[in-house]
């Protein structure tokens, strides 16, 4: 198999061609002709179903998860489209309780109308073996967001298959280069590209990948029928942007150890979490079943009087509620509803040189 790098700069490309760019730009077609008086074969006919903009992300994410990749708006759009494609009435699902809030807001309201058994899990678990009794599926996330912490894949896939329920797997924070939940059993495996994937702050988009051909075929269905489709300049500048993943990570978690390391001993901090220290609670499963660690870590200072000091004395953090981009940023998630202490910062290093990152933060500590 060829490299990371090399799969993020040459996935999904097309075959070279004379005095043609190496990247075709992106397809703003809307209709397309027919060739006659009816469509022929394959081809395209319409933008909602399909273009060439999609199909060439589709190929390179789905090699970097290892599935079929369906792509989508946003995030959330993703994950909405793994629900409504995969649940029906009175299912139950298994939901990380810490993991991204956004996720138990719409399964609590946008799909109340199921009637839904909800039982909630901590990502560090335990898993009873009851939790898994009669599951239509199991939602992981994987290192959760925002706490950080780590369940083993592998092991709650084989439970929950041989329970009958389907696996999927929350992969934002890792990354397809950071982990491949696939190849550790799960059935699907679902992003917000918005983060690390996109990595410049500037584009919303999503994806959901499966090895399951099936699956990818209802899942693109859903998304065809609902009009939940990204836009062609987004998905091009998406597919740009692919390249340099694998030089961004290698920036953000070099700078993410070295902040970890400043800030283990600080006074002003307590609460450090990064899965890539040896120390770090999660260490021990997070090694065994990620590729490389991220960028992002998590810390807590006094209060939010004291978060909003940090942001105000840095010169290079900036308060933002996202994270994965080439510019370090901070979010205080308790403004958000998520259950922490009102000083928990979710940190995400950016690609700053790290220097002069861990001095910025260090004196806007101090």
């Given at each position: 198999?060829?490299?990371?790098?090399?799969?993020?700069?040459?996935?999904?490309?097309?075959?070279?061609?004379?005095?043609?760019?190496?990247?075709?730009?992106?397809?703003?077609?809307?209709?397309?002709?027919?060739?006659?008086?009816?469509?022929?074969?394959?081809?395209?006919?319409?933008?909602?179903?399909?273009?060439?903009?999609?199909?060439?992300?589709?190929?390179?994410?789905?090699?970097?998860?290892?599935?079929?990749?369906?792509?989508?708006?946003?995030?959330?759009?993703?994950?909405?489209?793994?629900?409504?494609?995969?649940?029906?009435?009175?299912?139950?699902?298994?939901?990380?309780?810490?993991?991204?809030?956004?996720?138990?807001?719409?399964?609590?309201?946008?799909?109340?109308?199921?009637?839904?058994?909800?039982?909630?899990?901590?990502?560090?678990?335990?898993?009873?073996?009851?939790?898994?009794?009669?599951a239509r599926l199991v939602l992981l996330e994987t290192p959760s967001n925002p706490g950080l912490d780590?369940?083993?894949?592998?092991?709650?896939?084989?439970?929950?298959?041989?329970?009958?329920?389907?696996?999927?797997?929350?992969?934002?924070?890792?990354?397809?280069?950071?982990?491949?939940?696939?190849?550790?059993?799960?059935?699907?495996?679902?992003?917000?590209?918005?983060?690390?994937?996109?990595?410049?702050?500037?584009?919303?988009?999503?994806?959901?990948?499966?090895?399951?051909?099936?699956?990818?075929?209802?899942?693109?269905?859903?998304?065809?029928?609902?009009?939940?489709?990204?836009?062609?300049?987004?998905?091009?500048?998406?597919?740009?942007?692919?390249?340099?993943?694998?030089?961004?990570?290698?920036?953000?978690?070099?700078?993410?150890?070295?902040?970890?390391?400043?800030?283990?001993?600080?006074?002003?901090?307590?609460?450090?979490?990064?899965?890539?220290?040896?120390?770090?609670?999660?260490?021990?499963?997070?090694?065994?079943?990620?590729?490389?660690?991220?960028?992002?870590?998590?810390?807590?200072?006094?209060?939010?009087?004291?978060?909003?000091?940090?942001?105000?004395?840095?010169?290079?953090?900036?308060?933002?509620?996202?994270?994965?981009?080439?510019?370090?940023?901070?979010?205080?998630?308790?403004?958000?509803?998520?259950?922490?202490?009102?000083?928990?910062?979710?940190?995400?290093?950016?690609?700053?040189?790290?220097?002069?990152?861990?001095?910025?933060?260090?004196?806007?500590?101090?």
């Amino acid at each position: 198999m060829l490299g990371d790098g090399t799969r993020c700069v040459h996935g999904g490309e097309s075959e070279p061609a004379v005095a043609e760019p190496l990247m075709p730009g992106p397809v703003f077609a809307a209709p397309y002709h027919l060739g006659g008086a009816d469509r022929v074969g394959d081809a395209d006919f319409y933008g909602r179903a399909g273009n060439p903009g999609w199909r060439a992300l589709e190929r390179a994410l789905g090699e970097l998860d290892g599935g079929h990749c369906v792509l989508l708006p946003s995030g959330m759009a993703a994950i909405g489209t793994l629900l409504r494609t995969v649940l029906h009435a009175g299912d139950a699902l298994v939901l990380p309780s810490d993991g991204y809030y956004a996720t138990r807001d719409l399964v609590r309201t946008e799909l109340s109308e199921l009637n839904l058994d909800v039982r909630e899990v901590p990502t560090s678990g335990p898993f009873p073996p009851e939790v898994f009794d009669d599951a239509r599926l199991v939602l992981l996330e994987t290192p959760s967001n925002p706490g950080l912490d780590v369940c083993d894949i592998a092991e709650l896939a084989e439970r929950a298959h041989a329970a009958g329920a389907l696996v999927a797997v929350d992969n934002t924070t890792a990354t397809p280069l950071g982990q491949r939940p696939l190849e550790l059993g799960a059935d699907a495996v679902v992003a917000s590209d918005t983060k690390a994937v996109c990595g410049h702050s500037d584009l919303l988009l999503g994806h959901v990948s499966t090895a399951d051909e099936e699956l990818a075929r209802r899942l693109t269905g859903t998304r065809t029928l609902s009009g939940a489709i990204p836009a062609p300049f987004e998905t091009w500048l998406a597919h740009r942007s692919l390249a340099t993943l694998d030089l961004r990570l290698e920036r953000q978690a070099a700078n993410a150890a070295a902040l970890a390391e400043a800030l283990a001993e600080h006074t002003a901090v307590s609460g450090l979490r990064w899965p890539g220290a040896s120390s770090d609670p999660a260490h021990g499963p997070a090694s065994r079943q990620m590729r490389r660690w991220g960028g992002v870590l998590r810390f807590e200072l006094r209060d939010a009087e004291a978060v909003r000091r940090l942001l105000e004395r840095s010169r290079l953090v900036s308060g933002t509620t996202s994270f994965g981009g080439v510019h370090s940023t901070a979010d205080r998630r308790a403004q958000w509803g998520d259950p922490v202490p009102e000083g928990f910062v979710r940190f995400s290093a950016g690609c700053e040189d790290t220097a002069d990152l861990v001095a910025d933060v260090l004196g806007a500590l101090d």
